[in-house]
């Protein structure tokens, strides 16, 4: 089955600055990639999403970039807000099966 | 409804007791999966359905945990003879049949076995 690894475990940035989070999976045949964001008290809820046809896609400050070759794909959020601290998580499926997420990313921004 | 709903929000429940969880997805959405959440760590994978039939029941810890979904909509996930590693929050989500699209999440249950 697909595993899913994502790092760091905790990020910490200054507002303003741009925060990296990476996953790595290792099934091939997966072709959807979620990123979910989760805040206390709270069920996760998408930010984003990327299918494995594209290498990239921006949403305003949120992008995420996708390798097949190396089987990794990433979260990148620029001009950190405050209010973007929370859980991260990723997540990689195949045709809506089984989807696996990641161990998730504690981002905190400091005002 | 409007999102995935989950019952009940909080569930204190005595070790060895069983409790049964429940999720309503939102309407139309005929993929649901289960989600264990233990305190500040991932979302563990239970058991994923497609309709009423479960392809995927792989992330059940134990034979102590059983999920069922009837008229390919309602879920309840049953915990028997609960034990306190069994704490956490079970998270229920949705999503529409045969794509790649957003999964919505529930509120979750926070089980709390004393």
């Known amino acids: 089955g697909e595993n899913v690894e994502q790092h760091p475990s905790t990020l910490s940035v200054q507002e303003g600055d741009s925060a990296v989070i990476k996953c790595t999976y290792s099934?091939?045949?997966?072709?959807?990639f979620p990123w979910y964001k989760q805040e206390l008290g709270k069920g996760p809820q998408l930010i984003i999403d990327i299918r494995s046809n594209v290498g990239e896609k921006k949403d305003q400050r949120i992008a995420v970039t996708l390798n097949k070759t190396a089987k990794h794909f990433s979260l990148h959020i620029t001009e950190t807000q405050p209010e973007d601290s929370a859980v991260y998580f990723c997540a990689a499926g195949y045709n809506n099966n089984d989807m696996r997420f990641g161990a998730g990313t504690r981002l905190t921004v400091k005002p | 409804g409007a999102g995935v709903s989950q019952s009940p929000s909080n569930k204190v429940t005595e070790k060895g007791k069983d409790v049964e969880l429940r999720c309503d997805p939102i309407s139309g959405h005929t993929a649901l999966y289960w989600y264990r959440q233990s305190l500040g760590q991932g979302l563990e994978f239970l058991i994923y359905f497609q309709g009423n039939s479960a392809p995927d029941k792989s992330g059940l810890p134990s034979d102590r945990f059983s999920a069922e979904r009837t008229g390919g909509s309602v879920s309840t996930l049953t915990i028997q003879r609960t034990q306190q590693e069994d704490s956490a929050v079970y998270l229920c989500?949705?999503?529409?049949?045969?794509?790649?699209?957003?999964?919505?999440f529930g509120q979750g249950t926070r089980l709390t076995v004393v």
């Open positions: 099934d091939s045949a997966s072709n959807y």
């Open positions: 989500a949705s999503s529409s049949q045969g794509l790649l699209t957003e999964a919505f």
